[in-house]
């Protein structure tokens, strides 16, 4: 089976793309991202656990089950991301920007969600037990089976969010 051309090209691409991440280039990457924004991004099931990637545009990149746990991640954009299943246990999400993104079944226990913006995310089953929330936004955010155990409603914003009926704050 012949190469094409174009898919060699594209692996090349995003393997520039990741090696940036893994050397935590974040100015770099930024730079890049901006030229290849038509470029899927794809880290599926990679492990990045500890990793410094504050500021990071990682808009409409695919993280589903990739570890992300205990990163610096915060004013990190996550935009049309896809994060489901990934592990992102004691991250820094402060200041972090997740709207319109899937992100089910995430292990988010004991994270900072300090100011993120979760506006029309989806959460559904994942985990926030313990998490550190304060003006952290879930407008129209779907809650539904996560488990908000630790959750002070004092300190969120949950306008049109969905969550189960038993659910309380």
Do not use: P
């Not at 990741?18 to 730079?31: A, P, S, T, V």
């Not at 808009?59 to 935009?79: A, D, I, Q």
């Amino acid at each position: 089976m012949a190469i094409n051309y174009n898919n060699k090209r594209e692996r090349i691409i995003l393997g520039e793309g990741i090696k940036l991440l893994y050397e935590m280039k974040i100015q770099d990457f930024n730079h890049w991202r901006m030229k290849n924004l038509a470029v899927r991004l794809d880290i599926i099931g990679q492990d990045l656990s500890g990793k410094n990637l504050s500021g990071a545009y990682l808009n409409g990149v695919s993280c589903v089950e990739t570890n992300l746990s205990y990163c610096n991640l915060s004013r990190t954009n996550f935009v049309q991301a896809q994060l489901s299943f990934a592990n992102l246990e004691g991250a820094n999400l402060s200041d972090a920007l997740f709207m319109f993104y899937e992100m089910k079944k995430c292990n988010l226990v004991n994270s900072d969600l300090s100011r993120t913006n979760f506006i029309y995310a989806n959460l559904e089953g994942s985990n926030i037990t313990n998490s550190k929330t304060s003006e952290t936004i879930f407008v129209r955010a779907d809650l539904r089976d996560a488990n908000l155990t630790g959750m002070n409603k004092n300190t969120i914003y949950l306008k049109y969010a969905r969550l189960d009926r038993n659910d309380v704050l």
